[in-house]
């Protein structure tokens, strides 16, 4: 066998190598048609069932805010009867003397100490002191 023989040989092995590699790597590689196909249907499935489990999880927090909201307006109402019937009961049972106890509206309460005049009310034990002092 002659030099140009075996490079002949050499070359057209290397030729017939790389035509197998392709078409097996054609064949097999990862992202062709079908795998893309599957694992877009994957994900298609897992999207669907995230997108599930973010609307139950957002129904859940609508209800949990109604129900505190519904509460809230509830304990507000409460707060509100109690005060009126302080007041009412004040009115008629206190020595209504020229020191207002309780403010004008419930909502005062709300506002703060700095906004309300100090009353005895709030220090019943200084109130007593002073009456004992007299």
Known sequence: MTTTTIWTLFALGIVFAALIGFALGRRQAPGGTVQLKELEEQHELELHQ?????????????????????????????????????????????????????PERAGALLDGPDMQPKSDFMNPKDHDEDAFNR
Not at 66 to 95: I, R, W
């Open 50 to 102: 995230k997108q599930l489990e973010l609307e139950a999880y957002q129904q859940q927090v609508h209800e949990h805010y109604n129900k505190t909201a519904n509460l809230f307006k509830g304990m507000a109402g409460s707060y509100k009867e109690l005060f009126d019937h302080l007041s009412v009961g004040y009115e008629q049972l206190g020595d209504l003397s020229d020191q207002r106890v309780l």
